[in-house]
């Protein structure tokens, strides 16, 4: 358990029917993180995930716009300006929350270190084997793109597990709308002169219904290309 204040670390959580995630998420989070603001931004969701995330007693907000690009800029814009690292998750239960004091440690003994990602590549055995493979070579791809085109070197560029330091994102306005949002991310941390950290996670199979679709593979490619430095 890590002890933390309320405007040292805030958690956002963008969801859109993750009715069977949600709940999961929020406790382990809870769980592992003391007094850290929780935000989830809620897609305009037509199941329980509004209902069930704010028995948690977290802060829900409703998102003006649509896509995960646009909700985590949305959760963005509801954290005070004293908040010193963001955490961003996915709410289908995909990523241990175990991972994060972790991963805030390593910025916190590392000042040359802008954002942490968990590496999900480290945590595939106990799933199924064409999903991983699907996974594997979709990712592998990517991260070879990114490298190429933005120079940035990373095992697991896509991943939805991160802490970054809040006052690089004081000034940016996300062009991404939607799933290409992580390639984003990726630019204007290597931009800001810091490094990228990636620690290995386990990571379980989602609870609920997959939203990613080759589309929006097509669409991080193009955000990688339009990022080029």
């Known amino acids: 358990m890590l002890e933390t204040s309320p405007s040292r670390i805030a958690v956002v959580v963008a969801a859109l029917n993750e009715e069977k995630g949600i709940g999961p998420t929020l406790e382990e989070l809870q769980g592992v993180l003391t007094d850290s603001r929780m935000v989830v931004v809620d897609g305009n969701s037509f199941d329980k995930t509004v209902e069930i995330a704010k028995n948690f007693g977290v ?7 649509t896509g995960k690009g ?3 800029a949305h959760g963005l814009r509801q954290l005070s300006p004293h908040v010193r690292y963001v955490v961003f998750t996915d709410a289908d239960f995909t990523y241990p929350a175990e991972y994060v004091p972790k991963m805030v440690e ?7 270190v802008g ?3 968990g590496d999900r590549f480290g945590g595939l055995q106990n799933l199924d084997k064409s999903f991983v493979n699907i996974f594997s070579i979709g990712n592998r791809l990517i991260a070879i793109v990114q490298y190429f085109v933005n120079r940035i070197r990373l095992n697991d560029p ?3 597990l991160r802490v970054i330091r809040a006052d690089l994102l004081n000034c940016w306005t996300p062009k991404s709308k939607g799933f ?3 390639a984003e991310i990726n630019s204007i941390i290597e931009r800001s002169g810091y490094s990228i950290a990636e620690i290995p996670i386990d990571y379980r199979k989602r609870l ?6 080759l589309w929006d593979g097509l669409r991080i490619l193009v955000r990688i290309m339009i990022e080029r430095a």
Do not use: F, T, Y
């Open 208 to 213: 609920g219904k997959k939203k990613l679709n």
């Open 106 to 112: 390593v910025l916190e003994h590392s000042p040359e």
């Open 70 to 72: 646009d909700a985590m």
């Open 158 to 160: 896509l991943s939805g």
């Open 180 to 182: 290409d949002i992580e």
């Open 115 to 117: 954002m942490v990602i």
């Open 59 to 65: 802060d829900v907000v409703l998102q003006p716009g």
